[in-house]
């Protein structure tokens, strides 16, 4: 297959890289721009582990392909930190042992940052229903809700 190039600005940096058109932006991110924090879970946009911010949207990355996103703002899991400082949900996440694998992680983050930008004053019932559509096979999911009720305030603040 033709690679065509595409540029993308991810995190607020602009990668011009040469893809397939059948190239998801998942695998982009990874592998072309070398962001490996979007983990590639079930591939059929059902796990959430891909869930990135474009245009400032919760999308599935394995379901997206990469030049659908050619000129809207990506924002991936490695823009939440501020160099060895975490994000607060990040930090919440640890304090309340909100992960044990990790590998959900990252998309729970950009899901939950996602809709409190989206919806500063989200009511807790639809914060449950959010959180719902992303898979986690280890933690039964009560602590990532205490982590994110931990810190709605600041994530309020942020929006």
């Known amino acids: 297959m033709d690679k065509h190039p595409l540029e993308l600005t991810v995190n607020g940096s602009r990668f011009t890289v040469e893809v397939e ?42 379901l997206m392909f990469a030049h659908q996103a050619a000129g809207r703002p990506v924002r991936t899991v490695e823009s939440l930190a501020a ?12 304090d309340h042992h909100a992960l044990q694998c990790g590998y959900c992680t990252p998309g729970f983050l950009m899901l939950i940052v996602g809709a409190f930008e989206r919806d500063p004053d989200i009511a807790d019932g639809e914060l449950i229903e959010v959180l719902s559509s992303n898979l986690c096979r280890c933690t039964g999911y009560q602590n990532i809700i205490r982590a994110v009720r931990s810190v709605q305030d600041q994530l309020r603040g942020r929006a």
């Open 21 to 62: 058109h059948r190239k998801t932006l998942a695998d982009t991110l990874r592998e072309d721009c070398g962001l490996t924090g979007t983990h590639v879970g079930c591939e059929h946009g059902v796990c959430g582990a891909c869930t990135v911010l474009v245009g400032g949207e919760p999308v599935r990355a394995c």
């Open 83 to 94: 160099g060895e400082r975490l994000h607060v949900l990040q930090q919440a996440f640890t």
